[in-house]
């Protein structure tokens, strides 16, 4: 076992002692020294210095969190809190010491925890039971930090040696007059400057989401940096004051912490997209020597006024909830381009939420229905700006799950390449073309390069567990799902694709617990609720499986219901006649599923019909 100078120290709420037990077990399963408190009387000056002295010595501090946790205002473990947030402030900033893990559904935003705590990766272990990926991570980051395998190159040194030195962060700029309303503005001028820069082919410049993942958290420039594999980082704040504004921006090599270029801007608030294409200009004019074998990056095209673009901004960020977040998205969008019809990006960003309502990705809307939308809203983007690179993904996108003409949506996906290499959701979705025809290498080649552009997104890290999945590679697909929720805790997409990964790999147990999870946090996403019928059909739930196919068809009396749901719960009974039924149905319908009939493991039984073989001669895969 790991000595007790590399011991976790457990800390919870006493009514969450069984995952506390479970979480204990794993470890100690992995040879950690857990010190677990099982009495049930606690306090006194001998047992105060104890835990204080357990505090003071062990590697790690985990703190259970849960609606336990977050109903009492007191309790012993609030003091252990204390003490242990104490001692990380004597800790240094590259060392792990705090790790919350949450053992059930609470939000980190309501979870009634110490500040320092949100300052750090949270985990998310329902009733506590940790995966096996997670626990050898840790195991090897208790080793490290006991000085097993130190390495002899500073951890500072390796990163900067190995990030492109054509590489950069533009940060979400801070708002200084504190008024909530403002943050879209401020967090607007600095994407449409990250969005000129990644037009520069031969810039790495992380994605907007990557890069805003940090707001508001107290990480320092270097961690930042690292986390992002950038060589610089562009950060500035902006106060407005009546009709002006003032905006501050520096850029700085953080490899060695020079500041390369700062400059503050005074100006009208007619002038604030000007201000933009100056900050953009500069940094190329400023960096071309060192970052850029070329120049000219142009801002995007410029809406109308701050409130058409604010309200772009709000869709863009939730579209990026999808699906929950659709809904809101639509309504976003559209009140953009009510206020400017001209609006090209607004018009793509409406296209992207009908693509997706449409496709496998929410299926809330008959594809014919979803589709006919995108089709429109794009197209009328292009017509106002034929350089819109989301447009040209989208119809590309489209053409992958509702025509099923792969060689038109390869063609469209190159030329949205063309037109900017670094849009990340472009290699997101042509990755899924890929696996669709079952070229899985170029599938992950696509999906790396995805989360290489956009490396602590949502969409992304979930992408990448999409592609193991339906490439068949169930452990990777586990593996980042783990670490995916270490990111982005308590959402929908992890738990869907963990149970699909647990129920390939046998883990009845746990796949169901991740497919019931998934249905609680769909938001009326229904095949989360067809995976877990096709998983009790298959594990012998036979009673259970037919409740659900019931109750996807009573919810299809109320509102669409994709054929392909019931298909998927029928291959699960062994129900292969009226799977086929279905199947005939989704492809009625055009559904986006049908798009990866040649490689869902789900419908593995079926492949051997002849009914099989007809329809993927109809969607054109080969066999």
């Given at each position: 076992m790991l000595g007790k100078s590399k011991a976790v120290f457990l800390s919870y709420a006493s009514e969450d002692f069984a995952a506390a037990e479970r979480v204990a077990a794993a470890l100690q399963a992995a040879g950690i020294e857990v010190w677990l408190d099982k009495s049930e009387i606690r306090g006194g000056d001998a047992w105060d210095a104890m835990i204080r002295g357990r505090i003071r010595g062990c590697a790690l501090f985990v703190?259970?969190?849960?609606?336990?946790?977050?109903?009492?205002?007191?309790?012993?473990?609030?003091?252990?809190?204390?003490?242990?947030?104490?001692?990380s402030y004597h800790i240094a900033s590259d060392r792990p010491f705090l790790l919350p893990i949450v053992v059930d559904d609470t939000p980190e935003a309501d979870a009634r925890v110490p500040d320092r705590f949100r300052e750090v990766q949270w985990t998310y272990a329902?009733?506590?039971?940790?995966?096996?990926?997670?626990?050898?991570?840790?195991?090897?980051?208790?080793?490290?930090?006991?000085?097993?395998?130190?390495?002899?190159?500073?951890?500072?040194?390796?990163?900067?040696?190995?990030v492109p030195d054509k590489s950069l962060a533009v940060m979400p700029f801070v708002n200084l007059n504190g008024d909530p309303e403002n943050e879209y503005f401020s967090e607007g001028l600095a994407e449409e400057i990250l969005t000129?820069?990644?037009?520069?082919?031969?810039?790495?410049?992380?994605?907007r989401s990557s890069s805003f993942y940090f707001k508001g958290r107290a990480t320092d420039l270097e961690e930042i940096a690292r986390r992002l594999?950038?060589?610089?980082?562009?950060?500035?704040?902006?106060?407005?004051?009546?009709?002006?504004?003032?905006?501050?921006?520096?850029?700085?090599?953080?490899?060695?912490?020079?500041?390369?270029?700062?400059?503050r801007y005074d100006r009208e608030m007619e002038d604030v997209f000007k201000i933009q294409d100056e900050i953009t200009a500069a940094i190329v004019q400023r960096l071309k020597v060192k970052l850029l074998a070329k120049s000219g990056a142009t801002s995007a095209e410029t809406p109308a006024s701050l409130e058409t673009y604010n309200l772009y901004l709000k869709g863009r960020f939730h579209w990026a909830q999808r699906p929950q977040g659709i809904a809101k998205a639509i309504e976003y969008f559209k009140q953009a381009i009510d206020l400017d019809p001209n609006y090209a990006r607004a018009r793509a960003g409406l296209a992207d939420c009908y693509v997706t309502l449409g496709s496998w990705e929410n299926g809330t809307v008959p594809p014919i229905e979803a589709m006919a939308q995108a089709q429109q809203a794009a197209t009328k983007a292009l017509e106002l700006d034929g350089r819109i690179v989301e447009a040209h993904t989208t119809l590309a996108y489209r053409t992958t799950h509702y025509e099923w003409d792969w060689d038109k949506a390869e063609a469209r996906f190159q030329h949205a390449f063309a037109l900017n290499p670094n849009y990340a959701v472009c290699h997101?979705?042509?990755?899924?073309?890929?696996?669709?025809?079952?070229?899985?290498?170029?599938?992950?080649?696509?999906?790396?390069?995805?989360?290489?552009?956009?490396?602590?997104?949502?969409?992304?890290?979930?992408?990448?567990?999409?592609?193991?999945?339906?490439?068949?590679?169930?452990?990777?697909?586990v593996e980042q799902c783990s670490k995916t929720n270490e990111l982005h805790p308590n959402t929908f997409f992890p738990a869907y694709l963990l149970g699909l990964a647990y129920e390939q790999q046998g883990h009845v147990n746990r796949a169901v617990e991740a497919f019931q999870m998934a249905v609680k946090l769909a938001g009326g996403v229904t095949y989360a609720t067809a995976g877990l019928g096709h998983l009790y059909g298959r594990c012998g739930k036979t009673a259970e499986a037919r409740a659900i196919y019931d109750e996807l068809g009573a919810t299809a009396k109320q509102r669409y219901v994709p054929a392909y749901d019931f298909a998927i719960v029928c291959a699960g009974l062994g129900w292969n006649d009226q799977a086929f039924e279905y199947l005939s149905k989704a492809y009625g319908e055009r559904s986006g599923w049908m798009a990866y009939l040649k490689t869902d493991?789900?419908?593995?039984?079926?492949?051997?019909?002849?009914r099989f073989m007809d329809l993927l001669q109809r969607l054109r895969l080969p066999p």
């Open positions: 703190a259970l969190i849960s609606v336990h946790s977050r109903a009492r205002a007191e309790g012993y473990f609030r003091f252990e809190w204390k003490l242990a947030v104490d001692r329902p009733r506590g039971e940790l995966a096996r990926e997670f626990v050898g991570r840790l195991r090897s980051t208790l080793e490290s930090a006991a000085g097993a395998a130190v390495p002899t190159v500073p951890e500072s040194a390796k990163w900067s040696a190995s000129a820069l990644t037009e520069i082919e031969e810039l790495h410049v992380a994605a594999r950038v060589a610089h980082i562009l950060e500035g704040s902006v106060r407005r004051v009546a009709n002006r504004v003032r905006v501050t921006a520096q850029l700085v090599d953080v490899r060695n912490g020079f500041q390369l270029w700062s400059e997101h979705w042509y990755s899924h073309l890929l696996v669709a025809l079952g070229r899985t290498d170029e599938s992950l080649k696509e999906s790396k390069r995805c989360l290489e552009l956009d490396p602590l997104d949502h969409i992304t890290n979930v992408h990448m567990a999409w592609h193991y999945q339906f490439s068949r590679q169930y452990e990777e697909a493991p789900r419908l593995d039984p079926l492949r051997s019909d002849t």
